[in-house]
């Protein structure tokens, strides 16, 4: 709370410039901040390096490598393993259909999350409820949520609460997930996604509302403004900072999507016959069932480039790139 | 850094059964994967078993490690014979021969010895790779077709014995909520194999992906999904029998395991075939498959794991018949076993057998993960109008070059 | 006039919202409950029910009754897991992210684009090296095996480095007039200070902990060190699916962390209020 209280200040003083000091304090003084530095973040890199690094630059030798159930490297190939993604129709068609989602999905789960926020936000009486009951979600797995949309919610028999819904206005019963003409299956999961992710969005976003100073309403509000007009002029200027870090999120979220596709799709032994697949549920097939892992490397490590572009791209348009001190 | 030591040390307190096991004064220690069987007290069962083995060899104890369902255990099972805590021996479900030829497998000629002859020909056809066998069938399981008789006699068909039969009467069967036929959730499950096979059509043959020539059966999957007499989207699989005996569905591919569920809810008010031919050139076909045992190359005892082997699967017919039919309901792969199994000697149970004796098929051993993909979802595009002939092509030329890779 | 009776409609408007949404938001819950109290007929019946015809507490007890699936042990586990995986790496992230905002070090970009960029790289594909790296120092069915690779966490670093960023200037600098070094400030200001942050995105971590299924059915290969993820997986087998107690059990599972987020949500928000992600 002092922290958004003064959050003026803090530009200004960020770095701390270590005034007239005699020339051996400020030697010892840039060795304590060094070594404070380095014990500082020491256990997140090692951590990473022992567990992420390791294996990072491991997959990036696989991807060059033929490696059929094994990962020891030596079988060299250059550039096949990538080749050979390229030329499969679908991964390619999963990499168009992934940039497709994304541009579909990160704009609905963000004026989702920002209403539910602003909407909560507005209340003065249950907002504590509100909050909780959009945030619960979040708390559960993709796994169990899947099944609970899966065989309650949006079965194909008649008992599926969907169903039951429509027949009510005389519908007969719909095979949710199978259908394909139209693509109701999307509904089943965006509804899912949306469900467990707008909770924590919404959370960010109040977050942001929370740090608005009052004032600028006040004044809005001697002005005459309606509260679109608010809206427009104060709050979302003020929440641009907010939006572009959680854009950034829900772009990564969105490009590495599987756990929806994967929960609702499967059918048991493996995939198939899912009417659309995300590039890591490809690697997935391709990687962990298939063991192919020279080729399942090289999937990762288009689809990192695919991230690094789009993020790139994004914090071009919005300036997420520029350095914020 | 100190929570981790304690995290340490909470494990060093926690049971190891190999260290306790070995305590026991057994020399050595294997350790014996198996997936997670629905049933109740086939954890137990197994535990006997190498309880009853140690006893007769002391010197050898085992360590049954019960893991993880179906779809996950392949995947857990692969990532751990690429790490240092390899099992020593361990289930397989859809055997792969490329493990055989990547030199992951102990070939076991030896466990099986003379009592080779005895074995259900066609597992040993489909775990023998260039010539040596590389794992051992513990169970056999035969899928076919349930329908309920007295839906049957009210629609007024005759269980189908061709593909133009079935779908006719799947779509006579088909009443508002109740549909005519259940293939799986996806409306695809088994099915394109079964229907290359009803037309006499192999995946592999010399060598050479060959189920394009079935895209005249395959293409059949667009008629039962425009007719709308399938269904799709029921709260279990196929594998369950739950959509059948809940009056969802007259007829439903399924599996022997579910004889007995079915038999308690619809007494005899059902009955089995094999899928039918898919017309008079071709043949009815029945899925093969079940589970084998296999034993790590890698594995520092190859010779105690080959003696546990041998004593169980060879051995002991008792303990086989127990497994097979005391928890679940599964075929022994021995001929003699399977004879002497009582529950299996009557009703649609006997029906099953000798369907699967006739006409059981399994999946070729040079099958992968990527060609059952790469098949469904040529499948399931067919299924939506796709044209089925050139879907099949591109699929199967994708097929090939995976089989071509994986021969070397 | 005219504005008092439109605020008014709006707030009325505002109300009726936000009650129908969240009653969408928690229709989800209340089947699960539902489901979990009835039979596998109940379940798979082809018409809808409400409610389950009898309460079946005996989903509850069989979940526990059983011992070839130890569900109690790997709630257990679940619960030691999260319960030291989320300080833990919460403690880490908030070391890194005050180092990377306020400790002006030649290389702290690149030290920074070395912790961002481990959030693009897809981990599904890097699994099975990590899998053999953990598995040959020994980690297989060990609890550090299970716990280790998730307390580095880059999304959390992201996160506390905005935090700091916005973090008031002076406290600092009146400490380091009191002769405090940089880690002296962090321990003895900074981190009483960032309570509410480190309570916020340690509930976070530990549904993350709670929730992860993949890292623990590999490394965890015997069912001592299942996890709770992976015991309910263990309801939907090839053979069988028992409906009930998959039910109840998900049910079960999610208790714990509904819990927690009723006790925790107020300084969720208030932690996240003050992250400064408006940065």
């Known amino acids: 709370m002092t922290a958004t209280g003064t959050a003026p200040l803090r530009k200004r003083a960020a770095r701390p410039a270590p005034a007239k000091v005699p020339r051996r304090r400020r030697l010892t003084e840039r060795r304590s901040k060094a070594l404070a530095f380095i014990v500082l973040t020491a256990p997140m890199l090692i951590g990473l390096a022992v567990f992420r690094y390791v294996a990072i630059g491991w997959s990036f030798l696989l991807s060059f490598s033929e490696a059929r159930r094994t990962i020891s490297l030596g079988k060299w190939v250059g550039l096949d393993n990538y080749k050979e993604l390229l030329s499969d129709e679908r991964f390619r068609d999963s990499l168009t259909m992934i940039v497709l989602f994304t541009a579909m999905i990160v704009p609905v789960t963000f004026v989702a999350s920002l209403g539910l926020a602003v909407l909560v936000n507005r209340v003065r009486r249950g907002r504590a409820f509100f909050r909780t009951a959009f945030l619960l979600p979040a708390a559960v797995s993709y796994v169990a949520a899947a099944m609970i949309w899966k065989m309650a919610l949006f079965s194909g028999v008649p008992s599926g609460l969907a169903n039951t819904i429509g027949a009510l206005f005389g519908a007969d019963a719909t095979p949710w997930i199978q259908t394909q003409s139209p693509p109701l299956y999307w509904i089943v999961l965006v509804t899912l996604r949306l469900w467990l992710q707008v909770g924590l969005y919404m959370i960010l976003f109040i977050a942001g509302l929370q740090s608005i100073p009052p004032h600028l309403y006040e004044a809005a509000s001697l002005d005459g403004a309606g509260p679109w007009r608010t809206f427009r002029s104060i709050t979302f200027p003020m929440l641009r900072n907010t939006s572009v870090a959680i854009l950034l999120l829900m772009f990564i979220a969105a490009l590495q999507a599987f756990d929806e596709f994967y929960a609702i799709f499967s059918t048991g032994a493996s995939l198939g016959s899912e009417p659309v697949r995300t590039p890591l549920m490809h690697l997935y097939g391709v990687a962990l069932q298939d063991q192919d892992y020279g080729v399942g490397s090289a999937g990762a490590f288009l689809l990192t480039l695919l991230i690094v572009l789009i993020t790139l791209v994004q914090g071009r348009i919005l300036g997420f790139a520029r350095d914020k001190d | ?408 | 006039m005219n504005r008092y009776r439109g605020s008014v409609l709006g707030s009325a408007v505002t109300y009726l919202v936000l009650c129908l949404l969240s009653v969408v938001f928690l229709i989800p819950f209340y089947v699960l409950l539902r489901n979990a109290f009835m039979t596998t007929p109940e379940i798979t019946a082809t018409d809808w029910h409400w409610l389950p015809s009898s309460l079946n507490w005996d989903n509850f007890t069989s979940l526990f009754d059983n011992p070839e699936r130890p569900f109690g042990r790997s709630l257990a586990n679940s619960l030691l897991i999260a319960v030291i995986s989320a300080p833990v790496s919460t403690l880490f992230a908030s070391m890194a992210g005050y180092a990377l905002a306020r400790i002006n070090v030649p290389g702290r970009g690149v030290v920074l684009s070395l912790i961002v960029g481990t959030l693009m790289i897809p981990q599904a594909v890097t699994f099975l090296p990590t899998f053999v790296v953990v598995g040959s120092m020994g980690g297989v069915n060990t609890m550090w095996g299970l716990i280790a690779p998730g307390l580095f966490n880059a999304f959390a670093v992201v996160l506390f480095r905005s935090f700091y960023l916005s973090f008031p200037a002076e406290i600092e600098e009146a400490g380091r007039i009191d002769g405090l070094s940089y880690l002296g400030v962090y321990g003895r200001i900074i981190l009483p200070n960032s309570v509410t942050m480190i309570a916020s995105l340690g509930a976070l971590s530990f549904i993350e902990a709670w929730n992860s299924f993949l890292w623990p059915l590999m490394i965890g290969q015997d069912p001592n060190s299942w996890t709770v993820q992976i015991a309910l997986s263990s309801f939907l087998t090839s053979q069988t699916v028992n409906l009930p107690e998959l039910f109840a059990g998900t049910a079960v599972a999610i208790l714990p962390l509904v819990i927690m987020f009723l006790v925790a949500q107020r300084h969720i928000v208030q932690g996240i209020a003050m992250s400064g992600l408006k940065s």
């Open chain 2, 1 to 408: 850094m100190s929570v981790l030591f304690v995290a340490g040390s909470a494990v060093a307190c926690s049971s190891n059964p190999q260290a306790t096991a070995s305590a026991k004064g057994a020399k050595v220690t294997l350790t014996q994967w198996y997936h997670q069987y629905g049933e109740e007290g086939t954890q137990a069962a197994v535990k006997r078993y190498a309880k009853e083995f140690t006893k007769a060899n002391p010197d050898i104890a085992i360590n049954v490690v019960w893991g993880a369902d179906t779809s996950q255990y392949e995947t857990k099972l692969n990532a751990a014979l690429l790490g240092a805590d390899a099992p020593d021996i361990f289930e397989l479900g859809d055997f792969r021969a490329e493990m055989a030829r990547k030199g992951q497998l102990e070939p076991l000629d030896d466990v099986y010895g003379s009592a080779k002859d005895g074995f259900n020909k066609a597992d040993i056809d489909y775990l023998t790779v260039d010539g040596k066998l590389y794992g051992m069938k513990t169970i056999d399981d035969i899928m076919m077709l349930f329908y309920r008789k007295s839906m049957l006699t009210k629609a007024g068909v005759t269980p189908p014995t061709t593909f133009a039969e079935l779908t006719a009467a799947a779509k006579k069967l088909t009443d508002g909520d109740i549909k005519g036929l259940f293939i799986g959730n996806d409306g695809i499950g088994d099915s394109p194999y079964l229907l290359a096979w009803s037309q006499g059509v192999d995946m592999i043959k010399d060598g050479k992906v060959v189920y394009a020539d079935a895209a005249k059966s395959i293409g059949g999957l667009h008629d039962l999904h425009s007719d709308k007499s399938i269904l799709l989207g029921f709260t279990t699989d196929w594998y369950d029998a739950g959509a059948f005996t809940q009056g969802a569905t007259a007829m439903q591919w399924c599996g022997l395991w579910a004889l007995p569920t079915v038999e308690k809810a619809l007494g005899d008010d059902f009955g089995v075939v094999p899928w039918p031919a898919y017309d008079a050139s071709g043949k009815p076909v029945a899925r093969l498959g079940g589970w084998s045992q296999a034993i790590n190359s890698k594995s520092k005892h190859v010779a105690e794991a080959k003696k546990y082997l041998q004593w169980l699967w060879v051995e002991q017919s008792a303990i086989q018949m127990d497994w097979a039919v005391k928890y679940g309901f599964h075929v022994p792969p021995q001929n003699a076993v399977a004879a002497k199994t009582p529950a299996l000697s009557k009703g649609a149970a006997k029906d099953t057998v000798t369907i699967g004796t006739k006409y059981g098929i399994s999946f070729p051993a040079e099958w992968t993960q990527a060609m059952q993909a790469e098949f469904i979802a040529a499948a399931a595009d067919i299924a939506q109008g796709d044209d089925p002939a050139k879907t099949l092509k591109k699929a199967q030329s994708k097929a090939q070059s995976d089989l071509d890779k994986q021969m070397g």
